[in-house]
């Protein structure tokens, strides 16, 4: 009995699924790689390929990962995978940054005053389980994602290996001077009692009093300027911070501003501010009826003496070239102990340059109105004092950009303390550590290339490098002290043992052995002789920590790229550098890339506190991880990048373009054996041929687009391949051959032959950021012999490859082929031009009812001579190029005036519809056996069941 002629038609096959079930599946890809080894395998397949190191910047491991994590790694996976896939080994080493501020609080909160009780190792340890729970978290979450890598055994900078090689990069730096201890301003956190790095300040709006102050004069006025003989004189200083003139010790002029001496009417009192303020400073201090009475420079008001506004102190002139005219009065209050200009002014002039502000901000040596208040407290009461004395000219409210702490958020100050600096202007190989910075910045490819710009100016602007904190997580500074001259020991011998010490046993070892448990016997102090010593416990910088990471996981390898935020310009990017510099001459990086912040919709930077977030892992439980990874591949990551769940779900719809597309490439190679059935490219047919041909300029692109990391580009070229060349065009067109010719038949395995190969192309080129669904692909693609286990295992296709290592196209007997691959382009291009134009005309027939679907369509062409000739040598493929059932051609001679030189007749198709493949045709029921049929399904019976 003949089956039905519906089970004739071979239809799609294939156990891939159309519904992905990401969240479901992904899970068991997950377990795949874990059975297999995945990471493993790649690198024994690549021992000996060339390398290719990115160097991965070390997430806080303090909470679950968020939208910037999963960026930051899914553009590192991005990067490693298709490093592979070109045939680099490229291993990547995941790593945490576990000390710190931020966990040390969070611990600090759970013990509460249980810590009092504490010794410090029993805190190190319950921050050690808390980073710990969450760098297990991270590590997970990652994976999660599809992130491949060391997970097994990352680098964490509170290991022990890596806290001996903390110490290791500190010494290299000790042993060559780099280091010091020395009084000196910088940032400080009164609420987390530490010293901060300018890496550690963000800059936020704050509201703070602003006052206008009068310093009386107790010099000699005539010495200024002959016109002020007798006069009562005083000079008006402006300053945002009222705390701080408990702290004032010298009052600062500009050397080369002119100045003006403003004599108030009625008073006779005379004010010096600089002229190009004197307008705004009679305005905002209240002076309404003022004459200049002499006109100066500024260095003549060097070495004149002021009376303290309320303390019994003499007030010094003094000149500076940080003094300007942007706002204030020209004069400006100089605390030497709360800020970094007015610090080196008072080193300058022998000034006290004593603090009397404690670690947690309180004041103290001073009057009772103010004593033992906290800085921000203090504000109020010394503005009450200067008023009752006199001296207060004006006050008010001012808004500006103020440095806060980037850990509790809150403002910060200037508190000149004792902390371990390394000196920016140290001699390193005939320049200095700075300048030898510099020039390493410009070996560097910096992309974009305004990084280059940005971190050079930080590096040449910046001030040593404060490396010390006052807190108990982290590691120690690990110097000892003499008892006996107080100087620090050196010596090779005691820094090699607390090397080996932290290596044996981690940091913790500082606070749990005793000096002499540490050291050597009989080691000396080299300036006085004596032998006991006492260690150091304020704690390394976390930048410090972290810009080791190259000496902990490279050695003395360069890494081939460092990539993260904006921010890491005076963060990571730069700690790394001057470690690297410092220590070993020479940048640890060959190319530094900076990503973009993620916003919200109304392009707000995602915040916790705003709850305007994106959740990766919970897209990855909805939507699954591949969307998280498809939606990194979308964005530009150069720029600031929107983010929202509406957008996650326009991923997912485009995911699923793409799903469907390899579904179909799979539905439609059931019971293709690629080892026996391909067909070879000179004898395939010419739209096949011209497929491959545009897919090999895909690969090229997008082989290209990953080496440049223009990992959006490749998303964007893949999703239009997807729409125009292969649904909208190729899949339309092949379908009826691919469904209707007999199985075996050579121009079936033509079209199947371009599809495998096509499918081929994109489950490798979209491996490193479709993860999940390649493996998936692969497992049902079918194999060639000794394919690897893993799409993940093999290359990149090559475009020659895709051509069947052909360029030249030899023309086969009985048919006319384009001699060459550029004449086959230039063809179907001119082709696909026709075909727009015949969908229009057919459209145009559809609305105006004389066919419904195209193949009730017959197309009649009049061309020219030369479109007449291209069409003809294409007869055959033209009424499925244009999915009609019949095409006529005519020459024509001359134009229809529209510039075409192409007329198109669009009328219903002669005959009847074939009861098998739907095309229309006259030879319906020719055939006495097979009578509902169209002459080329009768042909193609006959093979099928014979």
Same mark, same amino acid.
């Given at each position: 009995?003949?089956?039905?002629?519906?089970?004739?038609?071979?239809?799609?096959?294939?156990?891939?699924?159309?519904?992905?079930?990401?969240?479901?599946?992904?899970?068991?890809?997950?377990?795949?790689?874990?059975?297999?080894?995945?990471?493993?395998?790649?690198?024994?397949?690549?021992?000996?390929?060339?390398?290719?190191?990115?160097?991965?910047?070390?997430?806080?491991?303090?909470?679950?990962?968020?939208?910037?994590?999963?960026?930051?790694?899914?553009?590192?996976?991005?990067?490693?995978?298709?490093?592979?896939?070109?045939?680099?080994?490229?291993?990547?080493?995941?790593?945490?940054?576990?000390?710190?501020?931020?966990?040390?609080?969070? @611990?600090?909160?759970?013990?509460?005053?249980?810590?009092?009780?504490?010794?410090?190792?029993?805190?190190?340890?319950?921050?050690?389980?808390?980073?710990?729970?969450?760098?297990?978290?991270?590590?997970?979450?990652?994976?999660?994602?599809?992130?491949?890598?060391?997970?097994?055994?990352?680098?964490?900078?509170?290991?022990?290996?890596?806290?001996?090689?903390?110490?290791?990069?500190?010494?290299?730096?000790?042993?060559?001077?780099?280091?010091?201890?020395?009084?000196?301003?910088?940032?400080?956190?009164?609420?987390?009692?530490?010293?901060?790095?300018?890496?550690?300040?963000?800059?936020?709006?704050?509201?703070?009093?602003?006052?206008?102050?009068?310093?009386?004069?107790?010099?000699? &006025?005539?010495?200024?300027? &002959?016109?002020?003989?007798?006069?009562?004189?005083?000079?008006?200083?402006?300053?945002?911070?009222?705390?701080?003139?408990?702290?004032?010790?010298? @009052?600062?002029?500009?050397?080369?501003?002119?100045?003006?001496?403003?004599?108030?009417?009625?008073?006779?009192?005379?004010?010096?501010?600089?002229?190009?303020?004197?307008?705004?400073?009679?305005?905002?201090?209240?002076?309404?009826?003022?004459?200049?009475?002499?006109?100066?420079?500024?260095?003549?008001?060097?070495?004149?003496?002021? !009376?303290?506004?309320?303390?019994?102190?003499?007030?010094?002139?003094?000149?500076?070239?940080? @003094?300007?005219?942007?706002?204030?009065?020209?004069?400006?209050?100089?605390?030497?102990?709360?800020?970094?200009?007015?610090?080196?002014?008072?080193?300058?002039?022998?000034?006290?340059?004593?603090?009397?502000?404690?670690?947690?901000?309180?004041?103290?040596?001073?009057?009772?109105?103010?004593?033992?208040?906290?800085?921000?407290?203090?504000?109020?009461?010394?503005?009450?004092?200067?008023?009752?004395?006199?001296?207060?000219?004006?006050?008010?409210?001012?808004?500006?950009?103020?440095?806060?702490?980037?850990?509790?958020?809150?403002?910060?100050?200037?508190?000149?303390?004792?902390?371990?600096?390394?000196?920016?202007?140290?001699?390193?190989?005939?320049?200095?550590?700075?300048?030898?910075?510099?020039?390493? %910045?410009?070996?560097?490819?910096?992309?974009?290339?305004?990084?280059?710009?940005?971190?050079?100016?930080?590096?040449?602007?910046?001030?040593?490098?404060?490396?010390?904190?006052?807190?108990?997580? =982290?590691?120690?500074?690990?110097?000892?002290?003499?008892?006996?001259?107080?100087?620090?020991? !050196?010596?090779?011998?005691?820094?090699?043992?607390?090397?080996?010490?932290?290596?044996?046993?981690?940091?913790?070892?500082?606070?749990?052995?005793?000096?002499?448990?540490?050291?050597?016997?009989?080691?000396?102090?080299?300036?006085?002789?004596?032998?006991?010593?006492?260690?150091?416990?304020?704690?390394?910088?976390?930048?410090?920590?972290?810009?080791?990471?190259?000496?902990? @996981?490279?050695?003395?390898?360069?890494?081939?790229?460092?990539?993260?935020?904006?921010?890491?310009?005076? =963060?990571?990017?730069?700690?790394?550098?001057?470690?690297?510099?410092?220590?070993?001459?020479?940048?640890?990086?060959?190319?530094?890339?900076?990503?973009?912040?993620?916003?919200?919709?109304?392009?707000?930077?995602?915040?916790?506190?705003?709850?305007?977030?994106?959740?990766?892992?919970?897209?990855?439980?909805?939507?699954?991880?591949? %969307?998280?990874?498809?939606?990194?591949?979308?964005?530009?990551?150069?720029?600031?990048?929107?983010?929202?769940?509406?957008?996650?779900?326009?991923?997912?719809?485009?995911? !699923?373009?793409?799903?469907?597309?390899?579904?179909?490439?799979?539905?439609?190679?059931?019971?293709?054996?690629?080892?026996?059935?391909?067909?070879?490219?000179?004898?395939?047919?010419?739209?096949?041929?011209?497929?491959?041909?545009?897919?090999?300029?895909?690969?090229?692109?997008?082989?290209?687009?990953?080496?440049?990391?223009?990992?959006?580009?490749?998303?964007?070229?893949?999703?239009?391949?997807?729409?125009?060349?292969?649904?909208?065009?190729?899949?339309?067109?092949?379908?009826?051959?691919?469904?209707?010719?007999?199985?075996?038949?050579?121009?079936? !395995?033509?079209?199947?032959?371009?599809?495998?190969?096509?499918?081929?192309?994109?489950?490798?080129?979209?491996?490193?950021?479709?993860?999940?669904?390649?493996?998936?692909?692969?497992?049902?693609?079918?194999?060639?012999?000794?394919?690897?286990?893993?799409?993940?295992?093999?290359?990149?296709?090559?475009?020659?490859?895709?051509?069947?290592?052909?360029?030249?196209?030899?023309?086969?007997?009985?048919?006319?082929?384009?001699?060459?691959?550029?004449?086959?382009?230039?063809?179907?291009?001119?082709?696909?031009?026709?075909?727009?134009?015949?969908?229009?005309?057919?459209?145009?027939?559809?609305?105006?009812?004389?066919?419904?679907?195209?193949?009730?369509?017959?197309?009649?062409?009049?061309?020219?001579?030369?479109?007449?000739?291209?069409?003809?040598?294409?007869?055959?493929?033209?009424?499925?190029?244009?999915?009609?059932?019949?095409?006529?051609?005519?020459?024509?001679?001359?134009?229809?005036?529209?510039?075409?030189?192409?007329?198109?007749?669009?009328?219903?198709?002669?005959?009847?519809?074939?009861?098998?493949?739907?095309?229309?045709?006259?030879?319906?029921?020719?055939?006495?056996?097979?009578?509902?049929?169209?002459?080329?399904?009768?042909?193609?019976?006959?093979?099928?069941?014979?």
């Amino acid at each position: 009995m003949a089956p039905a002629l519906k089970d004739t038609i071979n239809l799609p096959k294939t156990g891939f699924a159309m519904k992905a079930n990401l969240p479901q599946n992904e899970p068991k890809r997950l377990e795949f790689w874990r059975k297999i080894g995945i990471y493993e395998r790649i690198r024994e397949a690549r021992k000996d390929a060339p390398r290719y190191l990115l160097h991965d910047g070390p997430p806080y491991a303090n909470g679950e990962i968020h939208l910037g994590h999963a960026l930051n790694k899914c553009l590192k996976d991005f990067v490693v995978k298709s490093k592979t896939m070109a045939g680099f080994d490229a291993p990547y080493v995941p790593g945490w940054d576990c000390h710190g501020l931020p966990i040390e609080i969070k @611990v600090d909160e759970k013990l509460g005053r249980k810590k009092l009780e504490m010794a410090p190792a029993q805190v190190r340890r319950a921050c050690r389980e808390y980073a710990q729970k969450y760098l297990d978290l991270q590590s997970e979450q990652f994976q999660r994602i599809g992130v491949f890598g060391q997970f097994d055994h990352p680098y964490s900078t509170m290991s022990r290996e890596y806290e001996s090689v903390i110490a290791r990069v500190f010494f290299d730096f000790w042993e060559n001077g780099f280091v010091y201890k020395g009084l000196r301003p910088v940032y400080w956190c009164i609420f987390d009692r530490t010293a901060l790095a300018e890496a550690e300040v963000e800059y936020e709006q704050h509201t703070s009093p602003s006052v206008w102050v009068k310093y009386a004069l107790t010099s000699p &006025p005539e010495a200024i300027d &002959p016109a002020l003989a007798g006069k009562g004189v005083s000079t008006i200083i402006w300053t945002t911070t009222p705390w701080t003139l408990p702290a004032s010790m010298a @009052v600062a002029f500009h050397p080369e501003y002119e100045y003006v001496a403003l004599e108030d009417a009625e008073t006779h009192e005379v004010y010096i501010v600089a002229q190009a303020l004197a307008q705004a400073t009679q305005e905002n201090a209240g002076l309404k009826n003022t004459r200049a009475i002499a006109a100066f420079p500024g260095r003549k008001l060097e070495g004149t003496t002021f !009376r303290h506004p309320f303390l019994d102190r003499k007030i010094l002139g003094v000149l500076a070239d940080y @003094v300007t005219l942007e706002q204030g009065t020209g004069a400006v209050h100089t605390a030497p102990s709360h800020g970094a200009d007015d610090f080196y002014t008072g080193v300058k002039y022998g000034i006290d340059l004593t603090c009397n502000v404690d670690a947690a901000g309180r004041l103290h040596n001073g009057l009772p109105e103010y004593e033992g208040k906290t800085v921000f407290e203090a504000n109020l009461p010394i503005i009450e004092l200067l008023k009752s004395r006199g001296v207060l000219m004006a006050e008010a409210k001012i808004t500006h950009s103020y440095p806060h702490c980037w850990r509790c958020h809150n403002p910060i100050i200037f508190r000149a303390t004792e902390q371990w600096f390394i000196g920016m202007e140290s001699p390193l190989h005939g320049s200095t550590l700075r300048q030898r910075a510099l020039d390493e %910045i410009g070996k560097v490819k910096w992309d974009p290339s305004w990084g280059e710009e940005r971190i050079s100016n930080m590096v040449a602007t910046r001030p040593d490098w404060c490396i010390s904190r006052q807190r108990v997580w =982290g590691v120690p500074i690990p110097i000892f002290f003499c008892e006996g001259c107080n100087q620090p020991l !050196r010596s090779k011998v005691a820094d090699e043992a607390v090397i080996a010490l932290f290596a044996r046993e981690g940091a913790d070892a500082w606070y749990t052995r005793e000096v002499n448990e540490i050291l050597p016997a009989g080691l000396k102090c080299q300036g006085c002789g004596g032998q006991n010593f006492r260690k150091e416990f304020d704690i390394i910088d976390v930048w410090f920590e972290s810009g080791s990471s190259w000496a902990a @996981v490279l050695g003395e390898l360069i890494a081939d790229m460092y990539i993260e935020g904006g921010d890491q310009h005076r =963060g990571w990017f730069q700690s790394s550098l001057l470690c690297s510099v410092g220590t070993r001459d020479r940048a640890p990086y060959r190319m530094a890339v900076t990503c973009g912040w993620t916003l919200d919709p109304q392009g707000r930077a995602m915040s916790k506190s705003l709850g305007n977030g994106v959740d990766p892992v919970e897209v990855a439980n909805k939507l699954g991880a591949e %969307i998280v990874r498809l939606w990194v591949a979308s964005v530009d990551f150069r720029e600031d990048m929107h983010a929202s769940d509406e957008l996650m779900l326009r991923v997912a719809d485009n995911y !699923r373009d793409i799903r469907n597309a390899f579904r179909w490439i799979l539905g439609n190679l059931d019971g293709f054996d690629p080892a026996h059935d391909q067909v070879a490219f000179e004898e395939m047919e010419s739209i096949d041929q011209y497929m491959l041909l545009i897919t090999s300029d895909l690969v090229r692109d997008v082989l290209r687009w990953y080496e440049q990391f223009e990992f959006h580009r490749i998303y964007q070229r893949v999703i239009a391949f997807r729409t125009s060349e292969l649904s909208n065009f190729y899949f339309d067109v092949l379908k009826d051959r691919l469904y209707t010719y007999p199985r075996k038949s050579r121009p079936r !395995r033509s079209g199947q032959t371009a599809i495998w190969r096509i499918g081929e192309v994109l489950v490798r080129l979209l491996a490193p950021i479709m993860s999940f669904t390649a493996e998936e692909v692969w497992q049902f693609l079918p194999a060639v012999v000794d394919r690897p286990e893993s799409v993940h295992l093999t290359l990149f296709p090559t475009p020659e490859e895709v051509l069947g290592n052909t360029t030249e196209l030899p023309g086969k007997s009985g048919q006319s082929v384009p001699s060459s691959t550029e004449q086959l382009r230039i063809d179907w291009e001119r082709l696909l031009l026709v075909r727009e134009e015949v969908f229009r005309h057919l459209e145009a027939a559809r609305k105006d009812k004389t066919i419904g679907s195209g193949l009730q369509a017959k197309v009649a062409l009049s061309a020219p001579a030369e479109i007449f000739s291209l069409l003809e040598r294409y007869r055959e493929t033209l009424r499925y190029l244009f999915i009609v059932s019949q095409v006529e051609l005519r020459p024509l001679a001359g134009s229809d005036g529209n510039g075409s030189g192409l007329k198109i007749e669009v009328s219903p198709a002669e005959g009847q519809k074939c009861e098998r493949c739907w095309n229309y045709s006259t030879h319906v029921g020719d055939d006495a056996a097979y009578p509902t049929v169209c002459e080329r399904c009768s042909s193609a019976l006959e093979e099928i069941l014979a």
